[in-house]
């Protein structure tokens, strides 16, 4: 059974399917069609709802594309549609503020725009253009045109009000903690289940008593295969609320990131040391996806074009594996054997991502080449990490995305440069080793020969912007 608020509605929901995503739920089962299905598939944000969960004694407000998000992952938490913006037969500021600036035509993005305005008005005291860029690239409109709704934005950011969802925030908050998750749910229908534990213990415990039990963070990669590919999931076990598995510490060696922490959360820590990092989570899929896919799903998914695999390569980071009582640490790059093919062993988990802190003469530079700025896949990702004392490379950590069937270091590119002092020719060599490292694949997203051309100009680019000025004051001992 699992509980949630639907808007101030209690729902208790005994036998659901588990497959039933948000999006089926509003429009299908309590006959809400105002969120509309663009994609099924997280590009488009037509189906973006807004939850709200417990922070403290507030309720913070998160966009999430509900054609990916799975029902059961709303247990404790409050779910608002569009069709809640409008109060006493007045329209919520953000659906003025859209009619005041003339942000719709033919309707049908209109919906998601809405509630990422709603959502950026919740999370802002004063209009912000990056933010406003950063809350709508999630969402498509293929009839208005941006500019009238990056004003609706200023005017409802700027004209902000209480409005029914501050007036009742006490009784939210006391809403949401009587329904708060105190043990171990279960969503069931038939034979289909999804367990829901609350501790890292009783994870393990249920994995490996259901081995075959698909792990269900975020969901972005993994329902997917629900809506595109009309597969069934009989078995998840969804980490959501592991609190420990949710958890950002900075100590003096690492950061420890909890493997289901949302993206949105992961980017403090990861831009304040590496700022490269917080760009690439930036240029991550859209708001809506960061705010529900995790870093440990992005590991788990395997992908050869995951974006945080070929940074946390070149970073060091390890990972913590867990099966049964037992843990193990593994070097990331040992964890992916060959296209999906990983270390992860039956019934073993990702519970925590450990990123070495910073060091002295530490160059790190991250780059992510796709079609589109936004909510796009990489064609090549690339991350470099370099240790350079008295002008000499003492250490060289290079990574990519996109060139091979597994993310993967650059062995050859990296003896090339270990021990120089990065004169032109050698660079140069390094490229060249690149073709050793690499016999990359032609896709819709790029050509083998762009894939590897795009490479080498990235460690050419890499090299450039370290001798540019304003990068010295970061590289400190780069001659
Ligand atoms: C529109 C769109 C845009 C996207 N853009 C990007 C992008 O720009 N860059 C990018 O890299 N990815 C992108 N993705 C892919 C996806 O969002 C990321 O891979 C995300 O990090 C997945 O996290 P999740 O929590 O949603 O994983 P889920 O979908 O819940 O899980 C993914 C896989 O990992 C497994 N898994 C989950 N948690 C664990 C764990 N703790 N231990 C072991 N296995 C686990 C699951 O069983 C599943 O097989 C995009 C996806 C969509 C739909
Ligand atoms: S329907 Fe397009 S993002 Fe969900
Ligand atoms: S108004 Fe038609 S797609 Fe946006």
Redesign the pocket.
């Known amino acids: 059974m699992i509980q949630f608020l639907l808007n101030r509605e209690l729902r208790t929901e005994h036998a659901l399917d588990p497959n039933v995503t948000v999006l089926q739920y509003l429009r299908e089962h309590v006959g809400k069609p105002g969120t509309k299905e663009g994609c099924a598939?997280?590009?488009c944000g037509a189906c973006t709802v807004v939850v709200g969960e417990l922070d403290g004694e507030r309720v913070r407000y998160r966009t999430l594309n509900s054609c990916?998000t799975f029902v059961s992952s709303l247990h404790g938490k409050q779910l608002i549609s569009v069709e809640d913006l409008k109060h006493q037969g007045r329209l919520h500021s953000v659906q003025q503020a859209m009619v005041d600036c003339h942000g719709s035509q033919c309707g049908f993005c209109t919906p998601g725009f809405v509630m990422s305005l709603f959502a950026l008005q919740k999370n802002s005291t004063s209009f912000d253009k990056a933010e406003t860029m950063e809350a709508l690239a999630g969402n498509l409109c293929r009839c208005t045109g941006y500019r009238p709704i990056i004003d609706a934005a200023e005017q409802a950011c700027c004209q902000q009000q209480p409005d029914q969802f501050d007036a009742v925030e006490a009784q939210t908050v006391a809403q949401l903690k009587a329904i708060a998750p105190r043990d171990t749910a279960e969503l069931n229908s038939g034979d289909k289940r999804c367990l829901l534990p609350l501790t890292v213990a009783d994870l393990a415990e249920l994995y490996a008593a259901n081995p075959e039990a698909?792990?269900?963070?975020?969901?972005?990669?993994?329902?997917?295969e629900v809506t595109q590919f009309h597969r069934e999931l009989p078995v998840m076990i969804y980490?959501g609320h592991i609190e420990s598995?949710k958890r950002v510490e900075v100590t003096a060696e690492h950061i420890e990131i909890g493997?289901?922490t949302a993206?949105s959360d992961c980017y403090t820590a990861l831009a304040a040391e590496y700022p490269d990092f917080g760009e690439l989570l930036h240029?991550?899929?859209?708001l809506q996806?960061r705010n529900?896919?995790?870093?440990?799903?992005?590991i788990?998914?395997a992908?050869p074009?995951?974006?945080?695999p070929p940074l946390l390569i070149a970073l060091g980071a390890q990972i913590v594996l867990r099966k049964g009582n037992d843990t193990r640490s593994l070097p990331i790059e040992d964890y992916f054997l060959d296209y999906k093919v990983t270390a992860?062993q039956e019934a073993e988990?990702?519970?925590k991502i450990l990123v070495p802190r910073a060091q002295a003469n530490q160059a790190f530079r991250a780059y992510k080449v796709s079609k589109r700025l936004d909510?796009?896949?990489?064609a090549v990702c690339a991350a470099f990490n370099l240790r350079i004392e008295d002008g000499v490379v003492q250490d060289v950590r290079i990574a990519f995305g996109g060139m091979a069937a597994i993310p993967k270091r650059a062995a050859a590119c990296e003896a090339a440069l270990l021990g120089g002092v990065c004169y032109p020719a050698e660079i140069e060599r390094a490229c060249a080793a690149l073709a050793e490292d690499f016999t990359p694949l032609s896709d819709f997203r790029a050509s083998k020969e762009y894939r590897l051309l795009t490479a080498q100009n990235l460690l050419r680019k890499f090299f450039l912007e370290l001798n540019a000025p304003e990068v010295e004051t970061r590289v400190t001992a780069y001659v």
């Open positions: 598939s997280g590009d990916l698909r792990l269900l963070a975020g969901g972005t990669d993994l329902a997917l980490v598995m493997a289901a993206l240029r991550f899929a859209s996806i529900q896919g995790t870093l440990g799903g992005n788990g998914n992908s074009i995951g974006d945080a992860r988990f990702i519970e909510d796009d896949i990489s």
